[in-house]
């Protein structure tokens, strides 16, 4: 099975801070990563899939690269409701595999 | 609007099964794949498996090979996710997820686009 290993576990920021969270792959996963994004007691929210791709509605402050066995997802200026845990996901093979999760808090 | 609506809470016994639906409305079933996603409390997400809502064929993960079967009734826009044997490790929120997709330079990229609510099943005697 392919193992994703998310960098931070955790990351205490401020709104207006840019926030970066890396996802490493155990073998190379070309672009087929997905993030999600996940509000306490909610369901994820894909936010970018295909590594860099901006998923239709999400805001332009969040963006995605990386591609091979590093991915890594940015927040350029943080929101109050970007104060969540966020997920990366593979969809490059079985079974789909997903990171343990970075959870923002407020700092 | 489409979404996906799961069937209520469960308390099962160990050793028992159970059968969580997640109806479709806003799109038809059968145009897409149907993800089964687990979160056992204060974990990660731990993917299930996947039904093709049009020719029903399935694949799950190994971990749960024997176990889970996932189904669907097209006439009634849903799908369906067994899970037997159950055991106290299965205490967890159940989703499921639509499967949707992008051409990307030649290459199909899916990703789950829209989530079921959850629907909680604790296994405990």
């Known amino acids: 099975d392919i193992q994703l290993t998310q960098s931070p576990s955790f990351l205490s920021a401020s709104v207006g801070d840019r926030v970066t969270i890396t996802c490493r792959a155990s073998?190379?996963?070309?672009?087929?990563v997905a993030w999600y994004q996940q509000n306490t007691g909610k369901a994820p929210k894909v936010l970018i899939y295909?590594?860099?791709r901006l998923q239709t509605g999400v805001p332009s402050r969040f963006s995605g690269s990386g591609s091979g066995t590093e991915f890594t997802l940015t927040i350029s200026s943080l929101q109050p409701e970007d104060f969540a845990t966020y997920y990366c996901?593979?969809?490059?093979?079985?079974?789909?595999?997903f990171g343990q999760g970075t959870k923002v808090e407020v700092k | 609007q489409v979404q996906l609506v799961q069937s209520g809470a469960e308390v099962k016994r160990p050793g028992a099964s159970v059968k969580v639906s997640c109806k479709a409305s806003?799109?038809?079933?059968?145009?897409?794949?149907l993800h089964w996603v687990r979160q056992a409390p204060g974990q990660s997400l731990e993917w299930m498996g996947w039904?093709?809502?049009?020719?029903?064929?399935?694949k799950c993960s190994q971990k749960f090979q024997g176990r889970v079967t996932f189904s669907r009734d097209t006439g009634a826009n849903t799908a369906y996710m067994e899970l037997s044997s159950l055991r106290s490790e299965d205490t967890a929120l159940y989703y499921c997820?639509?499967?949707?997709?992008?051409?990307?330079?030649?290459?199909?990229?899916?990703?789950?686009?829209?989530w079921g609510e959850g629907t909680t099943v604790t296994v405990s005697s």
């Open positions: 039904i093709n809502g049009g020719n029903g064929n399935t």
């Open positions: 073998q190379d996963i070309a672009n087929d």
């Open positions: 295909a590594a860099s």
């Open positions: 996901h593979q969809a490059h093979s079985y079974p789909r595999t």
């Open positions: 997820a639509r499967d949707n997709n992008d051409l990307l330079n030649g290459l199909l990229v899916d990703f789950m686009d829209v």
């Open positions: 806003g799109y038809s079933l059968a145009g897409h794949a």
